[in-house]
């Protein structure tokens, strides 16, 4: 498209959207005197989205950069957080595992739409142990259990009818047994090297504020929108 076709351009979304309603009134952060602790806002902030009518309120996206420098971002599942780091679980033959083990950091980012607020993270990764990611994984159905065996993941597959092949011939394996977690599955922590907070504005004058944690402590930042 010619730079003289520029004005005929169509946008997507509108400018200026009203915020929604909610069923609950949000506990409010104070960004000019922000608390001191960003583990605990997280919780709350965690916790109020929870109150929301979604899926996965614990949905992030985790972006990652491949050997070759190609970056990548996929959404997976927060399940702990702690002052250590956000943790989630994964094939760690993905894209996303061989990704980390080349270039061990990242960076996460929450967006709860509904409370006009999103949360980023940047830090070092690390994997977790294995007392902890076997703990996990005997939380999820059988299902979910067999096809962390069954999927190659990130690998070409020809149909889903070779999926379903895999599938069946782990179910026929582990039958009768339980399902061990496969020694290629388990959990990374995304340290918080960097915890960024950030509230909507009707008018794009958002309120944002970045932690950063330093040997003595948070060093806290109110950013510019």
């Not at 003289?4 to 915020?19: M, T, V």
């Not at 069954?150 to 599938?167: C, E, G, K, T």
Request: hydrophobic share 40%; aromatic share 10%; with cysteine.
């Amino acid at each position: 498209m010619s730079d003289a076709a520029d004005n005929s351009q169509r946008f997507i979304g509108s400018a200026q959207r009203p915020l929604p309603t909610l069923d609950f009134e949000p506990v409010a952060m104070d960004f000019d005197t922000p608390p001191s602790d960003p583990v605990c806002e997280f919780h709350r902030w965690l916790a109020e989205a929870n109150q929301l009518a979604v899926f996965n309120p614990n949905a992030m996206s985790l972006a990652t950069v491949d050997a070759d420098g190609t970056p990548s971002v996929r959404t997976v599942l927060l399940k702990a957080f702690d002052e250590r780091g956000a943790v989630f679980f994964t094939n760690r033959m993905s894209r996303k595992g061989r990704a980390l083990d080349s270039h061990p950091q990242a960076a996460l980012s929450f967006h709860w739409d509904n409370l006009a607020r999103q949360i980023h993270i940047v830090g070092r990764v690390s994997r977790t142990g294995d007392a902890l990611s076997d703990a996990y994984f005997q939380t999820r159905p059988r299902a979910s259990r067999i096809g962390a065996w069954a999927s190659l993941q990130s690998q070409p597959v020809a149909d889903r009818a070779a999926l379903d092949r895999h599938v069946a011939e782990t179910e026929a394996r582990f039958a009768g047994s339980d399902v061990p977690r496969p020694p290629h599955w388990g959990g990374y922590r995304v340290a918080l090297d960097s915890i960024e907070f950030w509230q909507g504005d009707l008018f794009r004058l958002h309120d944002r504020v970045v932690y950063k944690r330093s040997e003595c402590g948070w060093n806290i930042t109110r950013l510019f929108p």
